[in-house]
């Protein structure tokens, strides 16, 4: 059984577009003259719909690099592809950012004087590639997919935080991208409101494949979620240990328990631990 979701989930992943692959990529901010390298000749392949989880130390350029591949901010040297097209590289040393890429924000993003299907539509309204009635159609359809059929008419602030956080990410995905950047999305949770949004967005993410890149301090989190976790060093960062998390999708909260999830902790943790102190230190060295 497990053996056959793995394949499965393979095979789709192969023609799933959204790959994206960071190549020799570094970056120095350079505010008043005082050279900050943040990420430092860091090299990584993701497969499309590939769910890619980032940890490193607080500090170490993971922000950096995930505004890098959303076009908030250019690079220094190296390149970024997104299905093998430069997003940024010599010439163009900042990616335009795109509907291709989007990032979500988890948090109050969402218009509270529009209805949660009014928020929904209205990334493609304003595009005005598509009709008001094929749009709308669409937005119900997925927001039904997404265990949001009922709130429609509701304003984010009358449901549950759990349904706010679907209709943030239905709402992205109403414009179609391929990959969705999320920057510590769920910080601030305690675990069980943790929960509901890990479970929502497996939910979303099982009916629409999308690359996802997703930076978290919460290791558990990292697992629970990745097909692999990149742990990165302390900055400048670049990947110090890839995880292959071998625990097959779809999953649900089991898996926590179960001996191999707890493998995967221990194998990670050593690294995360060591390179935090590192981080910690070097902070302790600069201050
Ligand atoms: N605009 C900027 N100008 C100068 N330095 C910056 C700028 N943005 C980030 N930095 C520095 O670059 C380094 C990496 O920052 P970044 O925010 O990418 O780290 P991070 O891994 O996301 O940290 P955290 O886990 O705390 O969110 C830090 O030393 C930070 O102070
Ligand atoms: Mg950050």
Redesign the pocket.
Known sequence: MSATMNADTNSQKSVIKGAIRIEDVVKV?D?DGAA?M?VDHCSIDIPGGEICMIV??????????LNAIAGF?GITSGEIYLDNELLCGPGKMQAEPGSDRIVVFQNGALFPWKSNLENVVFGPMMEGKLSKEVIYDKAIKMMADAGLGGTEHSFPGEVSSGLRRRVEIVRALMLEPKVLLF??PYRALDSLTKSVMHEALLDIYYKNKVTIFF?T?DLEEAIFLGHRLII?SS?P?KPKKIVEVDIPHPRDYSVLTSPRFRELMEEAKGVVNEEAKKAFEAGEKEG
């Open positions: 901010y505010p900050v943040a490193g130390p607080s500090g170490c350029g993971k922000t950096t690099l901010h920057d510590e930076i301090h990165m900055r960062c």
